[in-house]
């Protein structure tokens, strides 16, 4: 791992940016209501580290909360997991979504595949998320009940949304996309008494009728009573369901009200329940609560992405991803949401860009292996339309290489403020990203979020900086998980956090905190490569690998045996019309080795057909290792959850191969 000492800066702040930024505004109502100056952001994130309680009730008392009834105390205790923030607050996100909008500006922006952009103002808005209301009230829905969607990214999935947590019934969603399984796995763990679904979607110019599985959802869910049904494929399809269907116009059009209702609930009162990808075993039903939520949303939207009331926010997601219910929350601080509906590659990839410049976007989120995509196709969305509206480009997902970071100036513009950041599921948010008064440096994510009390430990425990080491958050933050659903006695919760380390979140990536207080994310540390006992973070495998035209994608992993020996093969999935040569397999090894050390180089390098994801976007190293290892497939990872599950066929072929070669049981 190379460090460079000087580096330069990709972008800079002008002062009239910094000081127009959202953060200088808090920093200066610290000093005016607080006498608290700092010098800089890290001084700032010191402070809310170090004084946790401080932070978070400066910025309850900065936000525009609504609350019903008033806390007694800002936090319990400190311990994780268990904390009890904000005891006797009551209040609910869904106001708070309502209680954002400017007027005079719209809602919503949608496009997809075969809808042209359009606007959805407020009335129509409301009109909608009270009409959900009135048909969940006469079900006899109320707060604490759950509501599950199989929606693409649509506007009824957002007026939905709105309307449940609105009554402090609690949300989940899945993409149509996922398998029928997958979504059965996900949603009968909450019993849910209704769904909300379509007949399909397209994607990539092709349409995809779900019907059959949403017949066999419903059949699986004993709990369901009601199905609400939007024929977005077809106009004029039908469902036949042994629960009754209701259409949603037909539900707008029978709503008596537009009046909203709001039910006001405890700070830590269910919000949503999210999802672990199901890698392996049944994907963890994470749910997080109404209090935390707003807190941490409004403190990143805010300070973290700097969003502006009036400005227009996008992130190209589905339903199923996290960054769905982020996009969300950028109604809260006044923002106009855009949503696409489709593939980010359909009929070019330029499609986004473009949507970005006739919607006049603000604020552009996507995913790294996207500007990778755009990198490698050669595309220059400057050239394709006229960006000059467009503040920030977010990207999440997986670690951004400094290439892509390069790519952004030379492509997209100068002007661009990168916000890389990286977070989880687990909290619905980012524990590092942006910052509006700090430079962008290639191939770093800016600083450690407010009051996320971040640190990079090495084998030993101890916090280190410009060193590799493992990512850990030492003091409790209000979204993380309230609990998991049917995890009683908290044991899940605390095996997949504060096992290895008591009281102390660890995460699973692989980073290095630099000595400018930037981040930069090496891979998951479950699947981290322990070379000969030096440890290499995946990413910069990829990254190495990034800069050789015949390779289209790769997975590499490590397997340490009893005896010693270690065994790092490397998968690649090579471009069409290319071969693996031994010329290229040699400047493979180079570009490795002189880019990082030898100890990334691979025993052995092979061309395999695909290299699996799951739905959301994650590589599966960890299965895969498994597998090598010897577990069965069925152990090692659901398929369900994959996006091309057929590319495991290789791998469990290789796996069994290598076990018997190497005469292990």
Not at 29 to 41: A, C, G, K, S
Not at 404 to 429: K, N, P, Q
Request: proline letters at 7%; charged letters at 20%.
């Amino acid at each position: 791992m190379s460090v460079s000492p000087d580096p330069v800066p990709l972008w800079q702040p002008g002062e009239a940016f910094s000081d127009a930024s959202n953060l200088s505004s808090f920093m200066r109502w610290l000093w005016v209501t607080r006498e608290l100056q700092f010098r800089d952001y890290n001084s700032l994130w010191t402070w809310s580290v170090e004084q946790p309680e401080a932070f978070w009730e400066a910025l309850w008392e900065y936000a525009p909360i609504h609350t019903h009834s008033p806390y007694t105390r800002v936090w319990d205790q400190e311990k994780m997991p268990g904390t009890k923030w904000f005891e006797g607050a009551t209040l609910n996100y869904g106001e708070h979504l309502l209680l954002g909008a400017v007027p005079g500006k719209p809602a919503i922006l949608f496009q997809s595949e075969r809808k042209a952009l359009h606007e959805i103002h407020w009335p129509e808005i409301k009109h909608q998320v009270a009409a959900v209301q009135q048909h969940l009230i006469a079900l006899g829905l109320k707060a604490g009940d759950r509501v599950v969607a199989f929606l693409p990214n649509i506007p009824e999935a957002t007026i939905a949304f709105m309307a449940c947590s609105s009554l402090g019934i609690i949300w989940s969603s899945c993409s149509p996309d996922f398998g029928a399984g997958s979504v059965i796995e996900r949603f009968v763990q909450i019993e849910p008494r209704v769904i909300i679904t379509v007949d399909g979607y397209t994607y990539n110019g092709k349409p995809y009728d779900k019907r059959d599985v949403v017949q066999e959802i419903t059949a699986a869910i004993p709990t369901l009573e009601s199905v609400v049904y939007i024929p977005y494929l077809n106009a004029s399809s039908s469902l036949d369901l042994p629960v009754p269907v209701l259409s949603w116009q037909t539900m707008c059009e029978r709503s008596e009200t537009r009046e909203v209702t709001i039910t006001p609930v405890p700070f830590d009162h269910p919000l949503w329940v999210l999802y672990s990808s199901g890698t392996t075993g049944k994907p963890k039903a994470i749910t997080h609560s109404h209090g935390g939520v707003l807190l941490e949303h409004y403190k990143y939207l805010w300070f973290h992405n700097d969003v502006k009331p009036g400005e227009r926010f996008f992130w190209f997601s589905t339903t199923g991803w996290m960054m769905w219910n982020f996009v969300q929350a950028s109604l809260l601080v006044g923002a106009t949401i855009v949503l696409y509906d489709g593939s980010p590659g359909y009929p070019d990839l330029g499609v986004l860009w473009r949507l970005a410049g006739e919607a006049r976007i603000q604020h552009f989120g996507t995913s790294a292996p996207f500007i990778l995509a755009c990198l490698k196709g050669e595309i220059k969305p400057k050239e394709l339309t006229d960006l000059s509206e467009l503040r920030s480009i977010g990207s999440t997902g997986s670690p951004l290489p400094p290439e892509g970071f390069r790519w952004v100036y030379e492509a997209v513009g100068e002007h661009i403020w990168l916000c890389s950041m990286s977070g989880g599921t687990d909290v619905c948010t980012a524990f590092v990203g942006g910052c509006p008064t700090l430079p962008v440096y290639e191939g770093e994510i800016q600083c450690r979020a407010l009051g996320c009390a971040l640190y990079a430990w090495d084998d030993h425990g101890k916090p280190v900086v410009e060193q590799l080491g493992e990512m850990i958050i030492t003091r409790p933050m209000p979204s993380m998980p309230v609990f998991f659903w049917n995890d009683p006695d908290g044991s899940r919760l605390r095996s997949s956090y504060f096992e290895d380390y008591p009281g102390v979140w660890r995460h699973g990536d692989f980073i290095r905190v630099t000595s400018r207080g930037g981040v930069v994310i090496y891979g998951r540390s479950d699947a981290t490569l322990n070379r000969h006992g030096v440890r290499i973070g995946t990413a910069e495998i990829y990254r190495a690998l990034d800069m050789i035209e015949e390779v289209e994608d790769a997975l590499i992993i490590n397997l340490e045996h009893d005896d010693g020996r270690h065994y790092m093969p490397l998968f690649i999935k090579l471009k069409v019309d290319q071969q693996l040569s031994a010329g290229l397999k040699q400047r493979i090894n180079t570009v490795l080795k002189e880019s990082y050390s030898p100890r990334h180089v691979p025993d052995e390098t092979f061309d395999c057909p695909d290299i699996p994801y799951t739905i959301s976007g994650k590589k599966l190293e960890a299965p895969v290792k498994k597998l090598m290892m010897g577990m069965p497939l069925e152990k090692s990872v659901s398929l369900d959850a994959l996006r091309n599950p057929q590319s495991l066929d290789y791998f469990v072929r290789f796996a069994r191969e290598y076990r018997e070669k190497e005469g292990l049981s």
